[in-house]
Each structure stands twice: as C-alpha cells, then as structure tokens.
C-alpha cells in the first residue's frame, strides 16, 4: 500500500497550528506503518483529548478518541480483547505523564504489547499553553507568568523504572531516525514508548521567546545527540536520542491467555 492509502484524506488540511511538529510524527508513523507493511483493519490508535490525540482522525484504521488521559486504559482492554491487533497510542503531556500518569506506569509495568507515542512539546497546546509535568525548570507559560519552579519528568528514565521494555527518544528534526525508532517500538513485543520531542510555536515558542517552528527545529538539532556520543561526555547538557531499553520479558496478554488455560483445567 501507498503511504496515503493509510490517509483519511477527506479530513485535510489538518486542524493543528501552522509549524506544529505534530504533523511530522504522523507523517513518520505513517512511513513506519508502510514499511511494516501492516494491514488497516489489523490497527488500532487510540488517543484521548490534546493536540496530539487529534492525530487518529487523519489515519484510515480503526480509531478511538476517548477521554483525556484513559487512552492508555482502553487501548488496554482492546488489547486483551483483540490480542492479534496492533494498537498504537499517541499521546502528548497530559494524556501521558499528567493525569495518565498512572496509566502509564502501570501499562509499562504489565509489559503489554502497545506502542504508546509520547509527545513533548513541554506545554498544554489545545487548552491555552498552561505548563505541563514536561515543561521544566525556569518556563514561561500562561500558568506561570512568573516562569516554573517544577522539575520535569525524563520520560526515558520514567519508562525504564516503571519496566517498559523499548523505550526511545527521538525529534522532529530527525525525521527519518523518528520513522525508524516508530517502526522498532511496533515490532517489539511488549510495552513500548518513544518519546518525541515536538515544537510549539504557538504557546511554547512565542510564550519563551525561542522563535517560530524553523528555530524551534534547529533547537531540538543543536542541543540533542545520539545516545552515547562523545558530544554528550563534552556537553551533558545535550539531551540523548536513541533506544535506551530493547529487552524481551514475558507480554502481559500472553500471560493473561495461559492464566485462563489454568484456570480452565488446561496443562499450560
């Protein structure tokens, strides 16, 4: 299939603000998809309420836009009902890290086989650019005209202990590598998170004087670095992109299908 078979073009122009990176993690989703070479009745995405959740009404495959948050609990019971089914969850700061924060943990900690998309561009977007759990230290935002004193969650980090097993980082900048670390986190069995960073220009951009979309891009260039470089042991200010974690652990679903067998007098 085509790279716009996978489209529901008839919903286009997109709704998202001119410079949002978040047209760019669907065109590298889609790319991924394409290469995998998955079939649309065999996908599901399921998002909540942000900026980013608005991405599963420009995909041709069967979607669920639910509430803010509880994406990651849905996907979950679609998952255990229809374990042959490929669910990916795009999500941004608040569905993800704020009040689906829980969630997170806990589907990380189940190791069920989702694919959930964190999208960080460090603010609220779609509800008047407040500061998130992502926004970090010293961030000017329309909740903080005073600049934040909150510390921001390394998703990376938040991943890895709470035992997902893929966790990656990548930008908007990177395209290809954002493509190609999307298609990793879909082929893994089990939980896996890829964290991308995004810009704002809109709030997050405009409200910290950064500049608009272009400056924003060759920001995420200039002050991220593949994981385990030497620029990182120069500058450790340089945030790392690239698979962090890739293990294999026993799959949440799997699990839960030989508990039922015992349950129901089978050997397993």
């Known amino acids: ?19 949002c990176g978040h047209g760019e993690v669907l065109g590298g989703l889609i790319r991924a998809i394409e290469r995998l070479g998955l079939r649309k009745n065999d996908i599901v995405m399921v998002s909540g309420i942000g900026c980013s959740s608005r991405i599963v009404g420009y995909v041709d495959f069967h979607t669920m836009h639910t509430i803010h948050g509880r994406a990651l609990a849905f996907a979950t019971g679609v998952k255990l009902a229809r374990p042959e089914l490929t669910l990916i969850v795009p999500m941004g700061d608040g569905d993800a890290l704020a009040i689906g924060g829980n969630h997170f943990i806990h589907a990380a900690r189940r190791n069920i086989d989702l694919t959930a998309i964190v999208m960080n561009n460090r603010i609220y977007g779609m509800t008047g650019g407040q500061f998130s759990p992502l926004s970090g230290v010293n961030v000017s935002a329309t909740t903080a005209p005073f600049r934040t004193i909150d510390k921001s969650f390394d998703i990376v980090e938040l991943s890895r202990a709470a035992g997902a097993t893929f966790v990656a980082r990548s930008t908007t900048y990177h395209a290809q590598h954002l ?38 891009v060759k920001w995420l260039k200039d002050h991220t670095t593949p994981v385990g470089s030497k620029a990182k042991q120069e500058n450790p200010a340089l945030i790392e992109r690239g698979v962090f974690v890739d293990l ?20 397993r």
């Open 179 to 216: 493509s190609e670390v999307i298609e990793k986190a879909i082929r893994h069995k089990g939980f896996s998170v890829v964290e991308v960073l995004t810009q704002c220009p809109t709030y997050f951009g405009r409200k910290n004087r950064i500049g608009d979309a272009p400056e924003m």
């Open 1 to 19: 299939m085509a790279v716009k078979d996978y489209l529901r073009e008839r919903f286009f122009p997109h709704l998202w603000c001119p410079g």
């Open 248 to 267: 294999e652990a026993p799959e949440y679903c799997e699990e839960y299908g030989r508990l039922v067998e015992r349950a129901m007098g089978g050997r």
